[in-house]
């Protein structure tokens, strides 16, 4: 009697096509990331500088979804670990990893990870209310929540004292946010296709 077991199905050129699209979008977003950082930043009291680069994280959440956003960010900061320049000022090298800014990189994984779950919550295409909740509280609030115990400790100042320093990110973090909410909007909107996902809200339904 012949086995009625089917043969496990060989991987598919399109799976494998698939694989290397998911590779490529990381690269991209890291190289995005990297890119924001480009025009350098400013520092807050002199310690930690503020730059665009928070906002390809919040782009890379958004956009690539929660594991693969984190994913990018990783392959960034893998890279500035081995020496590669690609911090906003060019800096680069293990030691960023030991300084002020510490907690605020190891942030940004968790945030673009925050981001992602958020945008797309339950399936859902994103619209501009629950983008921008996404950016504040993965973005900004996340990212602070790393960065600011690390800070104190590096830089041994109390604990309040270096929260209420960091408030002078949060005019800059909030208008990344806003950019960043319409940049996703606009993405769902007129390319959908950039999410590779597919929503259980139709794209053109207009509710949350």
Do not use: C, N
């Not at 590669?84 to 960023?96: C, D, E, K, S, T």
């Amino acid at each position: 009697m012949a086995s009625t077991s089917a043969p496990s199905a060989p991987l598919t050129s399109s799976a494998r096509r698939l694989g290397a699209s998911d590779l490529a979008r990381v690269a991209v977003f890291a190289a995005i990331i990297a890119v924001l950082g480009l025009p350098g930043g400013f520092a807050v009291f002199g310690v930690v500088p503020i730059t665009a680069q928070t906002l390809g994280v919040m782009l890379a959440g958004a956009i690539l979804g929660p594991w693969l956003g984190a994913a990018s960010v990783a392959v960034l900061l893998g890279a500035v670990a081995v020496g590669m320049p690609l911090l906003a000022g060019g800096r680069g090298g293990f030691a960023v990893f030991l300084g002020p800014s510490a907690g605020y990189l190891v942030g940004w994984i968790v945030g673009a990870i925050v981001i992602g779950l958020i945008v797309h919550a339950g399936g859902r295409r994103p619209v501009a209310w629950r983008t921008f909740v996404a950016m504040v509280v993965g973005g900004i609030l996340t990212i602070y929540a790393f960065g600011i115990p690390v800070q104190s400790l590096v830089t041994r100042l109390p604990l309040p004292e270096t929260a209420l320093m960091s408030l002078g990110f949060l005019p800059g973090d909030l208008i990344k946010a806003v950019i960043a909410t319409l940049i996703v909007t606009t993405l769902v909107r007129a390319y959908p296709r950039a999410f590779r996902r597919e929503w259980s809200v139709p794209v053109a339904d207009s509710t949350p």
